[in-house]
């Protein structure tokens, strides 16, 4: 029996309220605006007082779970990709509690007590693996659930340092699963290349 294609079926974000816009900024501290326009862009968010690379990232599982409609309990694999875990060993366990908890409060079914729980930490691509490690899931011990990658970070820089203005907080989740309604991903025909570091 064939198998069945897997890929992306739905994206959600969640940013906090607070925006620096880098034209401001850039009058703040001298520096040229149409160059930062045109490296970094037009604005940054960042956390507040109450936000954590843990919380930034149930928001947008929440997100998604209500923008598609999701059934919790078909969810199976719920990974975490980040560089700003403050947590060494349960980072993705604390965003499943946190939307468990939510999810509970409006009558709806938890995710699975046996959804596997990985947290990929690593500079830009812990989401990358986390999709990567989702989609062989759902190709494997998975089959016919669905699975949750969620990348969230927080990038705080010193001020007046070259990395000030690319600064950020905010998360995106994605739902995969098998016969995909945005994207297919190709694990065999895809890989990455190191070809241009020296």
Not at 62 to 83: M, N
Not at 115 to 128: D, I, N, Q, R, S
Request: hydrophobic residues 40%; aromatic residues 8%.
């Amino acid at each position: 029996m064939p198998k069945k294609p897997i890929g992306i079926s739905g994206l959600a974000a969640y940013v906090p309220p607070y925006r620096v816009w880098l034209e401001d900024w850039c009058g703040w501290t001298d520096n040229q605006w149409p160059k930062i326009r045109e490296v970094v862009g037009r604005s940054f968010r960042l956390r507040g007082p109450n936000h954590s690379v843990y919380t930034m990232a149930a928001n947008a599982v929440i997100r998604l779970i209500d923008q598609y409609d999701v059934d919790p309990s078909r969810v199976k694999f719920l990974a975490l990709g980040t560089e700003s875990s403050t947590d060494n060993s349960a980072g993705a366990i604390i965003v499943k509690g946190m939307v468990n908890q939510a999810m509970v409060a409006r009558g709806k079914a938890p995710i699975s007590r046996s959804c596997e729980v990985p947290e990929f930490k690593h500079a830009c691509l812990g989401g990358v693996y986390g999709m990567k490690g989702a989609i062989r899931h759902l190709a494997l011990d998975g089959a016919g659930s669905q699975a949750i990658v969620v990348c969230a970070d927080i990038a705080e820089y010193a001020r007046g340092s070259s990395g000030e203005p690319t600064q950020g907080a905010g998360a995106v989740a994605m739902l995969l699963e098998e016969d995909p309604k945005l994207a297919v991903v190709d694990l065999i025909g895809s890989g990455s290349a190191s070809d241009y570091r020296i």
